[in-house]
């Protein structure tokens, strides 16, 4: 079992950072790749980033490239979301995940099975 807890979000305006953490417990936390998604209510939870369990590699989606950055601190058990430039359409929950075993990195929800309870970001414009 991993249990996971977001913090770090917010309210702030268009064009400021936030950085997002997410603390694990449980199991060895350099175990498993890591994840973060959104949601909007009403929509599809929605991909954002993800990182190997050394931290060694990343993949984002286009919507955040250049704008976002995952890292983790394996020592630490928290993998971190550094957020830049943030826009009003970035306002959404942010979740952080823990991959299943074996998985290398993934942008699929299904291939998760830990989730933290979700942080809230608001960007206003």
């Known amino acids: 079992q991993v249990q996971l807890s977001e913090s770090g979000g917010g309210l702030v305006q268009a064009g400021g950072s936030l950085r997002l953490s997410c603390a694990a417990s449980?199991?060895?936390?350099?175990?498993?790749?890591m994840g973060w998604f959104r949601q909007v209510l009403g929509k599809e939870r929605e991909f954002v980033g993800t990182?190997?369990?050394?931290?060694?590699?990343?993949a984002y989606a286009d919507s955040v490239k250049g704008r976002f950055t995952i890292s983790r601190d394996n020592a630490r058990n928290t993998v971190y979301l550094q957020m830049n430039n943030l826009k009003p359409e970035d306002t959404a929950v942010y979740y952080c995940?823990?991959?299943?075993?074996?998985?290398?990195?993934?942008?699929?929800?299904?291939?998760?099975?830990?989730w933290g309870q979700g942080t809230q970001v608001t960007v206003s414009s």
């Open positions: 995940a823990a991959a299943r075993q074996g998985i290398l990195m993934s942008d699929t929800p299904s291939q998760y099975d830990y």
């Open positions: 449980g199991r060895t936390f350099s175990s498993n790749a």
């Open positions: 990182i190997s369990r050394t931290g060694g590699v990343t």
